[in-house]
């Protein structure tokens, strides 16, 4: 049981980022009630409006893909889709975490 991070680079079509944003909210409140998953993020490119990145944490490898497996997978995340050009899906394993403050400088330093 690896924790695994579901990413995506959207390209989204010219005048449709309110309603992309919208629609994946509302793919993410599904994906977020299924066992396994934490705190979903859409960020945007703050130097290309039209490129979003999403990412999830989920506890363990299985239940990302048992949600993707999921029939209804298909049927939300094409409501997301309609209004890209563009989508990069990737399936991120986690090598190593860090917490904040955890930075204690060496003595004599």
Not at 20 to 34: D, G, K, N
Request: negative net charge.
């Amino acid at each position: 049981m690896t924790e695994l991070v579901t990413t995506g680079v959207w390209r989204v079509q010219p005048g449709q980022e309110a309603v992309f944003t919208h629609e994946w909210t509302e793919f993410a409140r599904w994906a977020a009630s299924m066992p396994g998953a934490t705190t979903l993020r859409l960020c945007r490119d703050t130097g290309d409006p039209l490129r979003f990145v999403s990412f999830a944490p989920w506890r363990d490898t299985e239940s990302a893909h048992a949600w993707k497996g999921l029939p209804e997978f298909r049927e939300r995340i094409a409501r997301v889709l309609q209004y890209v050009d563009g989508f990069e899906p990737a399936e991120l394993g986690v090598v190593t975490v860090v917490e904040a403050g955890a930075y204690a400088p060496a003595e004599g330093r």
